[in-house]
């Protein structure tokens, strides 16, 4: 178990250090990133995400409830509908704005245009930081079929797509005259949320334990949720936007090995 815990804690770690990482990109670049490698780095980012919310997320809430039989698909289905209605409550309250949209989300806020962008991200960081909390809680649980290479191979997904995300952050920030280290911060702020959200699923996963198939389920239609929503439109924003879809299909790609063969 004190290994499982030592595990857990580099798992909640590794998405916040892909976020900031990406966020750095502000000290090393001067320009902001062109429409075309923002479109690729999004397309990539919902690749990694579907990818994860199958594999990592449906197919074990799945066989957690094999026991209910030709049932076992009913804990997927109603926790994944749980995770959009999570996600379709967050956008009304919560104002965002998302990359390069005219007009923001949710109630109406005199929040500056800066702190709108970077609620966007943070809103869609916590249903990730959701689904690594989960997977972390079921291995602390000792769940059949939840390993420490499948955990981490989620926590290294979502780093790697939280890299670009970062950078996608902290160079508009820049671009609108924030100073390096304000606009590196904003980009660090909006994956602040993910240790937050993953360490709060484990709570409530480890106080409800028969709810595990509907938590991991409720992470992945979150997740879901955000691509369809907002990743999907932000890459195909241009006509002709090939680079989003095979971008989109190599982050699919690269979560669906690193889940076959860490886990």
């Not at 709060?200 to 239609?221: C, H």
Request: charged share 10%; proline share 5%; net charge negative.
């Amino acid at each position: 178990m004190t290994n499982h815990v030592i595990d857990t804690l580099w798992g909640l770690a590794v998405p916040f250090f892909g976020t900031a990482a990406g966020s750095a990109c502000v000290f090393l670049m001067r320009h902001e990133m062109r429409d075309g490698v923002q479109r690729a780095l999004t397309g990539f980012a919902a690749g990694v995400m579907v990818a994860a919310s199958i594999w990592s997320l449906l197919i074990p809430a799945i066989g957690q409830a094999s026991f209910m039989g030709r049932f076992s698909f009913l804990p997927a289905v109603v926790g994944f509908w749980l995770g959009v209605g999570f996600l379709l409550l967050l956008d009304s309250v919560i104002p965002h704005l998302h990359m390069d949209a005219d007009t923001a989300e949710g109630p109406k806020s005199r929040l500056a245009k800066t702190t709108m962008m970077v609620l966007a991200v943070t809103l869609h960081n916590i249903p990730e930081g959701m689904a690594v909390g989960v997977l972390y809680a079921a291995l602390l649980a000792g769940q059949q079929g939840i390993t420490p290479g499948a955990a981490l191979a989620l926590s290294i997904g979502i780093a790697i797509q939280n890299f670009p995300e970062g950078a996608i952050i902290s160079m508009p920030l820049r671009a609108e005259g924030k100073s390096k280290p304000l606009a590196f911060f904003g980009g660090v702020l909006s994956g602040a949320v993910e240790p937050l959200a993953a360490f709060l699923t484990i709570l409530a996963a480890r106080a409800i334990g028969l709810a595990l198939p509907y938590l991991l389920s409720l992470a992945a239609g979150a997740m879901l949720y955000v691509v369809v929503e907002e990743l999907i439109p932000e890459m195909s924003k241009e006509p002709h936007s090939n680079v989003g879809v095979v971008m989109f299909s190599v982050g699919f790609t690269l979560m669906m090995a690193l889940d076959v063969a860490l886990g």
